[in-house]
């Protein structure tokens, strides 16, 4: 059953009615405590996570990465932060890592290159100087 309240204008609500009533969640002045509630709840949930968490934030390293994640880990068991900072840390300890994935890459392709005598000017300047026949 749709919540009977109406807006000024005689439009519906059309949100679902309360089981065993005939307003909705947001009309029912029943409801209207346990809403105040919820909001505080909430207002109190994001002041939480504005509390230090204890948690040392390092990806300079993959070794500070794992020591990042390993304290999200030990903060989130303990009650210091919540989900969704532990997901925050999540994130940036994913980023940085494929960062550093990159970076390793870029310079293992660099050593290959100057192990093989290759370089961008090499290839462009000197092919044809190398050519005897
Ligand atoms: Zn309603």
Not at 41 to 47: L, T
Not at 69 to 79: I, R
């Amino acid at each position: 059953m749709k919540c009977i309240w109406m807006t000024t204008e005689g439009l519906p609500c059309d949100s679902d009615a309360l089981s065993g009533k005939e307003l909705c969640w947001f009309h029912d002045p029943e409801i209207e405590e346990s809403r105040r509630e919820a909001r505080s709840r909430g207002g109190r949930a994001s002041r939480a996570s504005m509390k230090p968490a204890g948690i040392v934030f390092d990806v300079k390293s993959v070794e500070g990465i794992l020591a990042t994640l390993q304290g999200v880990g030990v903060a989130l068991s303990d009650g210091r932060c919540d989900r969704s900072i532990a997901n925050t840390f999540g994130i940036l300890c994913k980023n940085a890592a494929e960062t550093h994935k990159i970076v390793a890459f870029t310079k293992r392709l660099e050593r290959v290159e100057r192990r093989l005598g290759l370089n961008k000017n090499a290839l462009d300047d000197t092919e044809d100087d190398d050519y005897d026949g």
